[in-house]
């Protein structure tokens, strides 16, 4: 059964009670970017800033760096180009003009990231400077940290890419493991929502049509309504519902798969009694349902070659035997309590998350039902507690301090089966011949974690300062693995309680600490240099073979990362040219790896990241930028013996989903019209090279495919005069390029017996990869109605 929400309908009604109060409103908003740069505003004291610092930035059609945006990227409020760490940001505007809902979207802001659907849009993971991982073992994070209105998310199955009433999105890349914490190791995604405004009646509600080529259509709405709810109190509420069509069509059952039904609303109330007190408690939820994500299959062999002739070699197309299907369900919950002490601010953050996750898939991503649909289920709770004091005294030297607690409930499954019965594929070899339905891989971890920490920054000068900041993390894992059932390729059954003996407790400590020096020659210009570690705590494989396998634990993965920048404004800002190189070595990296169908969780002995990213702005007329990032990263094994089962030595093998090469340019036009209304124009596109698939470096034949030409998106928006509604066409992958973000080495399911033995090198040699297939060509337009300020 297949989830259908028809909460679309709800944007729709909110759309029409807008419409009146909008066009009841007068006056002409500043909604183009001004005639000249403004100069860049001074830095925002901890007492004035909000409980969650909101983007304040020039409303452009895309930020720039340059743009007066202000981050909150070292835990306190600065502009982006006043920040000395490698971070690149959206404000509210410009993440509705490109339109940023999901992760394939946040990622485009900054050079050199990647997004690699897991499975499908159920687990999905984001690589960056070579950190990453497609591990979805309870209690294994990834080395990417999500936070959301500065709640942790550690899971790969624990955030869902669904944004709404946004203010601000940033993209931290390098260890963040002093202020943020936890997993930070390769950076952290931060996304900050909206918060209730005091005193202001105001809304916005926007419906989108939109078609993928070759598949189908769908509708989507969201917006917010803010009312004042007398003087000291305020409420918020949003939504973002979406029933959008699939772009992989099944030839086996006709249907569309990797759509996109979801019904997302948040509610949000902020009560600020005095100056002093501000208080924000939200409460939001969240339900997706849909197809699966519509694996397909390309390499060697009769059956690779019969797929690709039926679909005329468009991956857009797939043979399953099984649809699949996904659904979701989140809660969440914060209580944000800020209050101002005269030297500082002291906050008390505190989080809550359910999650409950189920996704059918076809396992084997092809025509014949060798591994019968599997079923993955994800049942998580967590719970966070974090109290932060930021200071403000006035003198050369402030500093943040801290604390945070967190407790997380993780409980994940896979059903699945195998059909060995047919004696010509090579399968049955493997199994035996034999039917073995019923496995399952069943485990539960319980992660308790503490980690208090401290930074400062002392101003030596007026232009040179030196930051240092240590943090502790500990974390305490206990649980069980469990495989039920038996077959001849995956095992027999076990139980295994974590620890083995079942009555201790493993745990895991690690020292994070940062230090930057930074120098502001002149007004516009920053210079810096940092050292920073990264720490992300070990934990125990999933789906392992033997009770041996289940109880070693992994061991935790550290990180030192050094880095040089310089940010610099020139020309009366009419040039903005960012430039940062990192060296980072990882010890004990936790790698997931995969041969013959077989995963296994290792520890590489040492990673190595270096590489410059560029971010360059020129704005050479009034409401025109043109923009350009560029990353060059090389990330490799210097030691990964034993990355297999077998013993293959990967030193040497670059790290997956890490192109060498990323570039994207960019281009805004504002133009003002004789009325009073304008025309914004957007223009992207991205080159990206080749990446490996996976850390072994076996199977070739999705690397050629993961490489992005000329994949662009575009919009054109016009807004009239009283500025209260606007209109916006709009298209991503504009020339309808087709790559491939994820592969798997699948050649045990899908070629024969009398191939492998024809074949010099055996199964080896011959190489069938299940791939995930990035969105063909969207084409859509968004109405916009606002009311209030």
Wanted: proline letters at 6%; charged letters at 20%.
């Amino acid at each position: 059964m297949i989830t259908k929400p028809k909460h679309w309908a709800l944007g729709v009604s909110a759309l029409a009670l807008i419409a009146p109060a909008a066009h009841a409103q007068t006056g002409n908003p500043a909604l183009t970017a001004p005639a000249s740069p403004a100069p860049p505003p001074a830095q925002t004291p901890a007492s004035q800033q909000p409980v969650a610092a909101e983007a304040t930035s020039t409303p452009t059609a895309a930020a720039t760096p340059g743009d007066d945006i202000v981050v909150t990227a070292t835990r306190r409020a600065e502009r982006l180009q006043d920040v000395p760490i490698a971070v690149s940001a959206l404000g509210s505007e410009q993440i509705q003009a490109r339109k940023v809902d999901n992760f394939s979207e946040i990622v485009k802001i900054a050079p050199g990231p990647t997004f690699v659907p897991v499975k499908g849009t159920s687990v999905i993971t984001v690589q960056i400077r070579g950190q990453g991982t497609i591990n979805d073992s309870p209690g294994l994070e990834s080395p990417v940290g999500v936070y959301i209105d500065d709640i942790f998310y550690g899971t790969l199955a624990s955030f869902d890419a669904n944004l709404f009433d946004v203010s601000q999105v940033s993209v931290l890349r390098g260890p963040q493991g002093t202020t943020f914490g936890r997993n930070a190791v390769g950076g952290a995604l931060v996304i900050t929502n909206n918060l209730p405004e005091m005193g202001a009646s105001t809304g916005r509600a926007s419906v989108t049509a939109s078609d993928f080529s070759g598949g189908r259509g769908g509708i989507e709405a969201d917006g917010f309504i803010n009312v004042p709810l007398g003087d000291t109190l305020a409420g918020r509420f949003a939504y973002g519902v979406k029933d959008v069509g699939g772009y992989q069509r099944n030839l086996q059952t006709g249907h569309y798969l990797a759509n996109n039904k979801v019904a997302a609303y948040r509610g949000s109330l902020r009560w600020q009694p005095s100056d002093k007190w501000d208080v924000v408690g939200s409460l939001s939820y969240l339900k997706r349902g849909g197809y699966g994500d519509g694996p397909t299959i390309v390499g060697d062999g009769s059956l690779a070659a019969a797929v690709k002739a039926r679909t005329d070699g468009d991956l857009h197309k797939v043979l399953l035997d099984d649809d699949g299907y996904t659904r979701r369900t989140i809660v969440a919950a914060l209580l944000n309590v800020g209050y101002e002490t005269g030297i500082g601010r002291v906050s008390s953050i505190t989080g809550y998350r359910y999650l409950k996750s189920r996704l059918a898939e076809d396992a084997d991503g092809g025509p014949n039902p060798v591994n019968y649909p599997s079923l993955n289920t994800n049942d998580e709770w967590q719970v966070s507690q974090e109290f932060r004091f930021t200071s403000d005294l006035g003198g050369p030297f402030d500093f943040v301090a801290g604390a945070y607690f967190g407790y997380e409930d993780l409980n994940h499954s896979i059903v699945f089966g195998f059909d060995g019965r047919d004696p010509n594929l090579y399968f049955s070899v493997l199994n035996q011949g034999r039917y073995t339905p019923g496995q399952v891989f069943e485990g539960q971890i319980e992660n308790r974690s503490f980690g208090p920490y401290a930074e400062g920054k002392y101003k030596l000068t007026d232009k040179l300062s030196l930051t240092a900041g240590l943090r502790y993390s500990y974390e305490r894992k206990t649980g069980y693995t469990r495989h039920i059932g038996s077959s001849p390729f995956q095992g027999g059954a076990y139980y295994q309680q974590l620890p083995a003996n079942g009555d201790a407790v493993d745990s895991w400590t690690g020292w994070t600490p940062r230090f930057i020096a930074e120098y502001r020659p002149v007004r516009g210009s920053l210079f810096y240099a940092s050292a920073s570690r990264g720490f992300q705590g070990g934990g125990w494989s999933f789906n392992v073979r033997t009770p041996a396998a289940a109880a070693t634990p992994l061991k935790a993965q550290t990180t030192w990362s050094y880095e040089i920048g310089t940010k610099t404004d020139l020309f009366n800002r009419a040039l903005t040219l960012n430039i940062a190189a990192f060296h980072a070595d990882t010890s004990d990296l936790q790698v997931r790896s995969q041969v013959n169908g077989v995963f296994q969780d290792s520890n590489a002995g040492k990673l190595r990241a270096r590489g410059v990213e560029v971010e360059a702005v020129v704005r050479p007329a009034r409401g025109l930028s043109l923009g350009a990032n560029y990353a060059y990263t090389d990330a490799f094994y210097q030691s990964f013996v034993g990355c297999t089962a077998g013993g293959l030595d990967c030193t040497g093998n670059q790290a997956p989903f890490t192109p060498k090469h990323d570039f994207t340019a960019l281009l805004d036009y504002t133009a003002d019209l004789a009325n009073g209304s304008s025309l914004a124009f957007h223009f992207d596109t991205k080159f990206a090279s080749a990446f490996q698939v996976t850390p072994t470096g076996l199977g070739q034949r999705a690397v050629p495919l993961t490489e992005r030409k000329n994949v662009a998106s575009t919009s054109l928006t016009y807004t009239p005069p009283s500025g209260r509604w606007d209109v916006r066409v709009w298209a991503r992958n504009l020339f309808d390029k087709q790559y491939v973000t994820n592969g798997l080495q699948y050649n045990f399911y899908h070629v024969t017996r009398a191939e492998v033995a024809a074949t010099p090198g055996g199964l080896g040699a011959l190489d069938v990869e299940r791939v995930s297939v990035a969105p063909p060509r969207q084409i859509g337009a968004t109405l916009t109605l606002r009311y209030g300020k």
